[in-house]
């Protein structure tokens, strides 16, 4: 049986269906499910999970331990190569790095530290030998190191940073040198107690020429934990989260390491202090020795979806179970989740942690097509180095904003440590300035999309120019003028149905949410056309004048990378009633970006007004929609009790609201009861008028 919304397609019953909810996680749990299943079954186990308040010290050592746990369990090899007993696997390593999030945040980003960082900067920049002299004890945990790329002076600006590692011809050895404090290495993971070694970045000098950053691989500490001569450094102590990891500083003084352990795979050195490198280009160079190191922007975008979705889970589950008022009944109050403030709360942020996870999928499909060799061009590092910046934005701060809502909308509950969210909120905090801030990625993708504009006009001749600008000089006016806006009114003839059935369709929403794209890159692009020709200091000033819109512009588009991600996982799904709701919950993801820019879409003459003011009816029809099914949508991740370990995730709201009821419901039928004052008044104002009309008649 079918029955028909609003338009006169056909959508499948689903008042009294359900999701198929084993055929929607797998879905979610995307091309490596085998993965992330070994990985949550060992994020299950309690020897993994956080010691919620235990102090800094007792949790570094915690965690430490949980390091060799993830060793004995094979957990954390499978992107190294094969002859040293890895897997060769880049996608599933990070698939599995990404679930451990579930069982201790900093157990996820000391394990990145150690293997995804540390240890990658040696596989990925070294050669061969390195690999053979140090990944064994790097996979083992014998050799515990550091990632020494961030300064105290300089964090995004990796290339400004001011370490020094100068040959010595005579004695054929790097001279590492830290000129001044700006220039400690800070932040550093593994830094403050446990690492022996470092992977050190610095400015690699020979021969009086600076050839820009390069990796080095340091010995830090003795046997006994002891800096080696030369080398220094302080604990960054407490911080906002993530205490489980020993964050510190490091610092050189006229250290001397020799020569094979620069980690020469895109630079080398040669005994009389020559340089060479198989890419001639020093900026190209600086961004393919980065891109290697992509994954740390990777799994945090999926560590980030990750741990909204176990937010989500535990406020969804408990706003199903928790009452409070009974604005409906007399004898029963209502369910949380049944209030329209509620669903707008929560549902639209559970259609945008759908929508990131299957957008993180595109990028780790992405990612391990790249590493694995099967699609290595320059072009597929590019495309992959701006997806990454693109989406661990969006999902880490969306993280935050997810959290915190949900933290609210478990009232008292929320804010308690033993449900988790507040915790977990925490520990994800530096999110959004790991791995690169998420203001400078956003610059960083506004830039390409700049470029592949500019790209797309570089060959053409005059005359096509020229065309394309009075097309867009038409548009300009045909769109602000207010034309678009009376063609569409007069389309809908003032009709909320119409203009509903408008909004709801997918090539509307995608056109919507490209043109908005292309429109900000495509304004900024023509102001700052005549920059190119001005000094320098002249043309930063034009760019720095259009920052704000630029970083809108990247940011939106990557908004419709995560809608285009959704639309093409709906277009897999078999199960009718599975692939209507799940196009509901896409359209409030869709629809909700497009409420949330209003604003612009009126003052460019995107949207009628007519269709402006039928945006939040509609989203708020959708939400009803949805109500019935957003608990199997969020049970259809899998997360068991061992994963959440938050009480009101677990049915015990439920016990203690039926316990409540049967406990009102006895006391009605006793003959004991209380009467109520308002009813006892009721009563007497009752018998009044009554006495009173009585009266009148005799």
């Given at each position: ?451 592949d504009y500019a790209a797309e006009f570089r060959h053409l001749d005059a005359g096509v120019l020229a065309r394309f600008m009075v097309r867009r000089a038409e548009s300009l006016v045909f769109n602000r003028s207010g034309l678009r806006q009376l063609g569409q009114t007069v389309v809908d003839s003032g009709s909320e149905k119409r203009s509903a059935n408008y909004l709801k369709e997918e090539r509307t929403q995608r056109e919507l949410l490209t043109l908005r794209v292309q429109d900000m890159i495509a304004g900024v692009a023509d102001d700052m056309r005549a920059a190119a020709k001005l000094p320098k200091a002249e043309a930063a000033a034009v760019f720095n004048a259009h920052q704000d819109e630029l970083i809108a512009a990247a940011r939106s588009h990557a908004e419709l990378l995560q809608w285009e991600a959704f639309t093409k996982a709906i277009a897999g799904i078999e199960d009718d009633t599975t692939r209507q709701v799940m196009t509901w919950l896409r359209d409030v993801f869709g629809l909700t970006l497009i409420e949330k820019n209003l604003s612009w879409y009126l003052m460019n003459g995107r949207l009628s007004m007519q269709r402006a003011r039928t945006i939040s009816p509609y989203i708020n029809r959708l939400l009803g929609r949805l109500r019935p099914h957003v608990q199997d949508i969020v049970d259809s991740w899998g997360f068991t009790d061992d994963h959440l370990r938050a009480s009101i995730a677990t049915g ?47």
């Amino acid at each position: 049986m079918t029955v028909t919304n609003e338009s006169t397609i056909p959508v499948p019953d689903v008042a009294h269906g359900s999701i198929n909810k084993e055929l929607l996680g797998e879905l979610q749990l995307g091309k490596w499910a085998d993965v992330r299943k070994t990985a949550r079954a060992l994020a299950a186990k309690p020897e993994l999970h956080k010691a919620e308040g235990a102090s800094m010290n007792d949790q570094r050592s915690r965690v430490f331990e949980q390091l060799g746990i993830l060793v004995d369990s094979n957990a954390v090899h499978r992107a190294f190569p094969a002859q040293f007993g890895g897997e060769d696997n880049h996608g599933g390593n990070i698939a599995g790095f990404e679930e451990l999030v579930i069982a201790d945040p900093s157990l996820q980003i000391k394990a990145g530290v150690q293997w995804g960082l540390f240890g990658s900067a040696v596989l990925h920049l070294g050669t061969q030998s390195h690999h053979e002299r140090w990944l064994p004890g790097i996979m083992s945990l014998e050799i515990p190191g550091a990632f020494a790329m961030t300064e105290t002076g300089h964090g995004s600006d990796v290339a400004s940073i001011a370490t020094t590692a100068t040959y010595d011809e005579e004695t054929q050895e790097f001279v590492l040198h830290t000129p001044h404090r700006a220039a400690w290495k800070d932040y550093l993971g593994n830094a403050a107690v446990h690492g022996k070694a470092a992977t050190l970045f610095a400015q690699l000098i020979t021969k009086g020429v600076n050839h820009g950053v390069h990796a080095f691989y340091v010995d830090i500490r003795d046997e006994e934990g002891n800096f080696l001569p030369g080398i220094g450094g302080e604990d960054d102590g407490l911080k906002g989260g993530l205490n489980g990891i020993d964050n510190g500083r490091l610092h050189f003084t006229q250290v001397r390491i020799p020569r094979d352990h620069l980690l020469n795979r895109y630079g080398n050195v040669d005994e009389d202090g020559t340089y060479s490198s198989p890419i001639e280009s020093p900026g190209r160079r600086f961004f393919t020795m980065l891109g290697t190191l992509v994954q740390g922007r990777v799994s945090l975008d999926g560590a980030a979806v990750t741990a909204s979705k176990m937010g989500l889970k535990i406020a969804i589950t408990y706003a199903n179970q928790r009452r409070q008022f009974n604005a409906s009944s007399d004898t029963h109050e209502e369910v949380l989740m049944d209030y329209q403030r509620h669903q707008r709360r929560l549902i639209p942020r559970l259609a945008q942690t759908v929508a990131a996870g299957f957008a993180h999928e595109v990028l780790l499909e992405k990612f391990d097509e790249v590493f694995s060799g099967a699609h290595d061009t320059d072009e597929d590092r590019q495309d992959l180095e701006t997806l990454a910046a693109a989406l661990k934005p969006l999902s880490t701060w969306g993280a935050l904003d997810i959290l915190q809502e949900c933290r609210e909308a478990c009232g008292g509950a929320g804010f308690l440590g033993e449900n988790r969210i507040t915790s977990l909120r925490q520990d994800l905090d530096i999110y959004v300035t790991f791995e690169g801030d998420n203001n400078v990625l956003l610059q960083l993708v506004a830039k390409r999309l700049l470029s592949d504009y500019a790209a797309e006009f570089r060959h053409l001749d005059a005359g096509v120019l020229a065309r394309f600008m009075v097309r867009r000089a038409e548009s300009l006016v045909f769109n602000r003028s207010g034309l678009r806006q009376l063609g569409q009114t007069v389309v809908d003839s003032g009709s909320e149905k119409r203009s509903a059935n408008y909004l709801k369709e997918e090539r509307t929403q995608r056109e919507l949410l490209t043109l908005r794209v292309q429109d900000m890159i495509a304004g900024v692009a023509d102001d700052m056309r005549a920059a190119a020709k001005l000094p320098k200091a002249e043309a930063a000033a034009v760019f720095n004048a259009h920052q704000d819109e630029l970083i809108a512009a990247a940011r939106s588009h990557a908004e419709l990378l995560q809608w285009e991600a959704f639309t093409k996982a709906i277009a897999g799904i078999e199960d009718d009633t599975t692939r209507q709701v799940m196009t509901w919950l896409r359209d409030v993801f869709g629809l909700t970006l497009i409420e949330k820019n209003l604003s612009w879409y009126l003052m460019n003459g995107r949207l009628s007004m007519q269709r402006a003011r039928t945006i939040s009816p509609y989203i708020n029809r959708l939400l009803g929609r949805l109500r019935p099914h957003v608990q199997d949508i969020v049970d259809s991740w899998g997360f068991t009790d061992d994963h959440l370990r938050a009480s009101i995730a677990t049915g015990a709201e439920e016990t203690r609201q039926e316990q409540a009821a049967e406990y009102a419901r006895k006391l009605r039928a006793s003959a004991d009861a209380p009467i109520e004052e308002k009813v006892l008044l009721n009563r007497r104002r009752a018998e009044r008028k009554a006495s009173e009309k009585s009266e009148v008649k005799s």
